[in-house]
């Protein structure tokens, strides 16, 4: 297998799509966002449960690729239990780091690094941001 | 003699052949991501043989000039060559005269062409247009606009689970109101062809007219439009070997006769004043505008390439390598093909157990396998097998290798491996 595929289809990607954290329907989530992908029929919904501007819970659920499953299951972890601002700055760093080319991917993404190599598949650019599109717009400044 | 040698006979005389055809198009000589490409996406758009390409820059180099307007002796060059393309279609299709051919920019703008100038003035609330399950969204769009436009009702032909036209659902279909039939000669999606002489003989002898969509078919099956007996026969020039831009609508000569223009503009009219305009005769009056001359010119070409080669000789080699994708592929575990009538062209689709059809497309991509992943611009079929994300399809043209069919497989394989 070639160097770039191994690069986007690492072994997290890989690891995080056969098993998906918080691929679930929360009972007590106060917030529901879809995002949706017409061109393939992909379909991820994302639900919060957001207090005082704190993320209590996320969990996500739908049908999609390695890539967009992969990348909610990650966006999941790293959104559980910060507030709301932060979460806004790490989609922020996230988004930039998916969508621009030759820039080294801030540390503080961690394990969300394994996706900056979807900067060489620009159509899959979408599918690694469904989820964290969807959350955008629970985030909003002045929610929760 | 040995059947077993004889076999083998056969597939190394074809790997010649095979090796000869592939010659001629020179992007086959390109490597994409440090691989050499293999080209599995010949549904979505053929490559070009340098006798097309020629056709093309000779045309611009040495003949250029606008066409049926000037007296000088480059716009008689270029009438002449526009006009010998049009007879080479004519040949091609096996139409009954050049005038029967109208250049249009694809099969989209045939279909919107009838759909505005055949349909649009016959309907009335009420009546009903027939399509089947497995159309193209460009065989399904411009229909629902005729119908929201008129009142009339779009009515869907169901298919089985192997992918085949229903005939006998078509015939209770078929019903006093239908003013129209449109059906994909072959799908794009599951690459079922349809028997389409037996779906014009139920419509005719009820006296409706069908369309039929040949994207798919043309450069892969004899296409013999007074055999079929169909009233319309649409395809575009860019799937069978020529330009993009440029694609052609069959008429029967007495359909497009009662049929008004449907662009107005220059080149379509005979006369022009305040008071009134004359149209031209058919096919010109259903060319409004200066045409793409050097897109028709290098349709001319791609169509002599391929008479050339000879469909009956490009079919054997395509079922070959169908048959031989099908029974590698078919051995994956968790891989089911759709799409599993016998009468197929060299289309295969296929989805793998747990593994989405982009993640397979991006993976293939890497190795220099170009495949086409998701819905392919026909959503209902895939509705129909529910698959919503779509499938992997796999397209195979003349010019494809049994060693490419091989690695393509073998791609499948690994990806199939990678997410166990």
């Known amino acids: 297998m070639t160097r770039?595929?191994?690069?986007?289809?690492?072994?997290?990607?890989?690891?995080?799509?056969?098993?998906?954290?918080?691929?679930?329907?929360?009972?007590?989530?106060?917030?529901?966002?879809?995002?949706?992908?017409?061109?393939?029929?992909?379909?991820?919904?994302?639900?919060?449960?957001?207090?005082?501007?704190?993320?209590?819970?996320?969990?996500?659920?739908?049908?999609s690729c390695a890539v967009a499953k992969a990348s909610a299951s990650l966006m999941t972890e790293a959104m559980m239990g910060r507030d709301a601002t932060c979460g806004r700055a790490l989609l922020n760093k996230f988004e930039?780091?998916?969508?621009?080319?030759?820039?080294?991917?801030?540390?503080?993404l961690g394990e969300l690094r394994a996706f900056a190599e979807v900067r060489d598949f620009p159509?899959?650019?979408?599918?690694?941001?469904?989820?964290?599109?969807?959350?955008?717009?629970v985030l909003h400044p002045g929610a929760g | 003699m040995d059947t077993l040698y004889v076999e083998e006979m056969r597939t190394r005389a074809s790997g010649t052949l095979v090796a000869r055809w592939r010659r001629r198009?020179?992007?086959?000589?390109?490597?994409?991501?440090?691989?050499?490409?293999?080209?599995?996406?010949?549904?979505?758009?053929?490559?070009?043989?340098?006798?097309?390409?020629?056709?093309?820059?000779?045309?611009?180099?040495?003949?250029?000039?606008?066409?049926?307007?000037?007296?000088?002796?480059?716009?008689?060059?270029?009438?002449?060559?526009?006009?010998?393309?049009?007879?080479?279609?004519?040949v091609f299709l096996h139409a009954a005269a050049p005038a029967e051919i109208?250049?249009?920019?694809?099969?989209?703008?045939?279909?919107?062409?009838?759909?505005?100038?055949?349909?649009?003035?016959?309907?009335?609330?009420?009546?009903?247009?027939?399509?089947?399950?497995?159309?193209?969204?460009?065989?399904?769009?411009?229909?629902?606009?005729?119908?929201?436009?008129?009142?009339?009702?779009?009515?869907?032909?169901?298919?089985?689970?192997?992918g085949e036209f229903r005939f006998s659902e078509y015939e209770r279909l078929l019903g006093a109101r239908?003013?129209?039939?449109?059906?994909?000669?072959?799908s794009n999606a599951l690459g079922s062809v349809t028997d389409i002489a037996r779906v014009s003989a139920l419509a005719h002898a009820k006296g409706i007219p069908v369309l039929v969509d040949g994207a798919q078919a043309i450069a892969h099956v004899r296409v013999d439009v007074r055999a079929l007996d169909c009233d319309f026969y649409v395809f575009s020039g860019h799937?069978?070997?020529?330009?993009?831009?440029?694609?052609?609508?069959?008429?029967?000569?007495?359909?497009?006769?009662?049929?008004?223009?449907?662009?107005?503009?220059?080149?379509m009219v005979r006369s022009v004043s305040f008071d009134g305009t004359e149209y031209m005769p058919i096919p010109h009056r259903f060319e409004a505008g200066t045409p793409d001359i050097a897109g028709a010119i290098g349709l001319g070409a791609a169509v002599d390439f391929v008479s050339a080669i000879g469909l009956e000789a490009i079919a054997a080699h395509e079922q070959r390598l169908l048959h031989h994708a099908s029974a590698g592929i078919g051995r994956i575990p968790g891989v089911r093909i759709v799409g599993t009538t016998r009468h197929k062209a060299s289309i295969l689709s296929f989805v793998?157990?747990?593994?989405?059809?982009?993640?397979?497309?991006?993976?293939?991509?890497?190795?220099?396998?170009?495949?086409?992943?998701?819905h392919h611009c026909a959503m209902p079929a895939m509705q129909h097998f529910g698959l919503p994300s779509g499938t992997a399809r796999a397209s195979f043209a003349l010019y494809n290798t049994l060693e490419e069919v091989e690695q393509f497989v073998e791609g499948v394989r690994r990806v199939q491996e990678m997410f166990r």
């Open chain 2, 178 to 186: 239908t003013r129209l039939v449109a059906v994909t000669h072959v």
């Open chain 1, 96 to 108: 930039h780091m998916v969508g621009s080319a030759g820039t080294e991917p801030d540390p503080e």
């Open chain 2, 352 to 374: 793998m157990d747990g593994v989405h059809p982009h993640d397979i497309g991006s993976i293939l991509d890497r190795e220099g396998i170009a495949i086409r992943t998701g």
């Open chain 2, 102 to 162: 109208v250049f249009v920019r694809g099969a989209t703008e045939a279909i919107n062409l009838v759909a505005q100038s055949f349909a649009r003035p016959l309907l009335v609330p009420g009546d009903e247009i027939l399509v089947s399950a497995m159309e193209h969204h460009s065989n399904i769009v411009p229909w629902q606009q005729v119908c929201r436009q008129t009142g009339a009702v779009l009515k869907v032909v169901p298919i089985n689970e192997a």
């Open chain 1, 123 to 137: 159509s899959r650019v979408q599918c690694a941001m469904l989820a964290w599109d969807a959350l955008r717009t």
């Open chain 1, 4 to 63: 770039e595929v191994d690069d986007l289809y690492q072994r997290i990607v890989l690891e995080h799509y056969k098993r998906p954290r918080n691929f679930r329907v929360p009972q007590d989530a106060n917030h529901k966002a879809c995002g949706d992908n017409p061109l393939c029929g992909d379909h991820i919904d994302v639900y919060v449960r957001l207090e005082h501007g704190a993320i209590l819970d996320i969990a996500f659920a739908g049908v």
């Open chain 2, 25 to 90: 198009f020179p992007i086959l000589r390109a490597r994409v991501h440090g691989k050499p490409l293999v080209y599995l996406d010949n549904a979505a758009t053929t490559q070009k043989p340098q006798a097309v390409i020629d056709a093309v820059s000779r045309f611009y180099a040495q003949d250029n000039a606008n066409v049926h307007r000037g007296v000088h002796a480059l716009s008689q060059r270029a009438t002449d060559a526009f006009e010998a393309a049009r007879s080479r279609v004519q």
């Open chain 2, 239 to 267: 799937k069978c070997f020529g330009p993009t831009g440029i694609g052609v609508l069959y008429g029967k000569r007495e359909r497009l006769e009662a049929m008004p223009p449907w662009q107005a503009g220059g080149d």
